[in-house]
């Protein structure tokens, strides 16, 4: 069994905490572990699982693959999407991989963005599961509702098998009357977005249902280089590849589909108001992290950092405050927050895709002052890494050096710097700055022009295949 992991998400209902750069997957909302690692680690204990197959957004790329390492889970392979075109294409890359050596794998396909909190029920029920799908069924884990949710798609039970049923239809969100239907009559499951199948059992379905998907899937997985401990796909290829579901493109419409009940404290964390249900509350009802306090306050999710937040006399809030943006919101709209996002996308405000921390595969960076003509940002480059050598066009630099030792090259000089010492760097000077030592390197960089956007960077060389 190779588990495949589903990383291309954005959880923009999670703004301002998740953003495009660094979505929900690679943050710890429940527990010390991120959202991607704690789907790594509930494998642990499973029979004959190998390494996962992870499949991911290009640019999240590097801080999938360390979250990965980090817990000791690194993947097998690695999968680059150049576009999002949705899970089939995703499964389909996956499967095209697992079969690349003439096995045939089961594929347990698992998004990155769930919680489970039981794991012994889920591996129960994925080890049940496992009969039919090796006798070729496509299985879905219906997860048993505990309420009637009007924000999940429903499954609809059939004719009985060992291990469960067959799938007798998958219907849409539905309206609370609905849903309060559903969950009495005792014939429907949440559609938790989780399947186990033979890896060419899935290929033979989408060829049937949705070949032109298959051949576009193909003909870029054929077109794929290695790139470090990545494959990229053809993205020429991939992006003409029609886009849907896994639901829509095969599971609708196989006459081989199952489905095996799930009861593990399952949440897909869709939004604020679900992980302010799943987490542990005070004897007001309140969520509370960071540094908070309240007052005749019930009902409310807070979430801040080291900045003290107050919340006095009100009910059902959530307030979430990060470095560079505040949300404030009715517990019953935070369906709605991905409407906050659309208008940022609209403004091309930088808050609907980056944190003021950005993270780079050499480190990351924390944007700590900005204004006309300046720019003032902590940098950390981890030992042993190196930034690319390059050059801006519009942007002086000065570097002070606050912690670690720092190697720079600017233009033909080579420099070893270390704590309090500085440089600069002109306008139009080629340069690198590499951390040769032991413990992270720490600086603070002032930048100085008539233009200061990240797109403003000319590279050279770059050990980690950037353009």
């Not at 884990?141 to 004719?159: D, H, K, L, M, W």
């Not at 542990?280 to 540094?291: I, P, S």
């Not at 949300?327 to 895709?353: F, G, N, P, T």
């Amino acid at each position: 069994m190779i588990p495949v992991i589903l990383c291309g998400g954005t959880g923009s209902r999670l703004w301002p905490l998740s953003r495009e750069a660094y979505p929900k997957q690679f943050l710890s909302l429940v527990g010390s572990e991120t959202m991607l690692q704690a789907t790594a680690l509930r494998l642990e204990g499973l029979a004959e699982v190998q390494a996962p197959i992870l499949v991911c957004n290009e640019s999240h790329r590097f801080a999938a693959a360390e979250q990965l390492q980090a817990v000791g889970r690194a993947a097998q392979s690695i999968l680059l999407e150049p576009c999002a075109r949705n899970t089939a294409p995703a499964i389909a890359l996956a499967a095209l991989a697992a079969v690349e050596n003439g096995e045939d794998p089961l594929l347990l396909v698992l998004p990155a963005d769930h919680v489970v909190a039981d794991r012994s029920a889920f591996q129960a029920a994925v080890t049940s599961a496992t009969p039919l799908a090796e006798a070729g069924r496509l299985v879905t884990f219906g997860i048993v509702p505990t309420c009637a949710e009007t924000g999940y798609g429903y499954i609809r039970s059939g004719a009985p098998l060992d291990c469960g049923w067959e799938v007798a239809e998958f219907v849409e969100k539905p309206d609370l009357a609905t849903a309060e239907k559903y969950v009495a009559s005792g014939e429907f499951n949440w559609n938790s977005g989780m399947f186990l199948f033979r890896a060419a059992r899935y290929l033979e379905e989408l060829a049937q249902h949705q070949p032109e998907m298959l051949e576009r899937c193909r003909a870029a997985f054929a077109g794929a280089s290695r790139d470090l401990d990545f494959t990229r796909v053809d993205a020429d290829v991939f992006a003409r590849c029609p886009a849907d579901s896994v639901d829509y493109a095969v599971m609708e419409k196989t006459e081989a589909a199952a489905v095996v009940p799930m009861d593990a404290g399952w949440s897909d964390v869709g939004s604020w108001s679900a992980l302010w249900e799943l987490a542990q509350k005070d004897e007001y009802g309140n969520l509370l992290q960071g540094d908070v306090l309240t007052e005749d306050a019930s009902g409310c999710l807070v979430h801040g950092g080291d900045r003290l937040i107050g919340v006095l006399g009100v009910r059902d809030l959530v307030v979430v405050d990060t470095d560079d943006a505040l949300m404030v919101a009715d517990k019953s709209r935070v369906q709605d927050v991905k409407k906050l996002v659309a208008q940022l996308k609209h403004s091309e405000r930088r808050e609907a895709e980056n944190h003021r921390k950005v993270f780079r595969p050499w480190g990351y960076y924390d944007s700590i002052d900005a204004g006309p003509r300046f720019q003032v940002k902590r940098i950390v480059v981890k030992p042993g890494c190196q930034l690319s050598l390059q050059m801006h066009h519009h942007r002086a630099e000065h570097w002070i050096v606050v912690r670690g030792t720092a190697r720079v090259t600017r233009g033909e000089d080579q420099l070893l710097l270390t704590e309090n010492e500085s440089t600069f760097i002109p306008l139009g000077v080629v340069h690198r700055l590499e951390n040769p030592g032991a413990i992270p390197l720490e600086l603070i960089e002032v930048q100085s022009g008539s233009y200061l956007g990240e797109d403003d960077i000319v590279r050279f060389e770059d050990q980690y295949g950037r353009d």
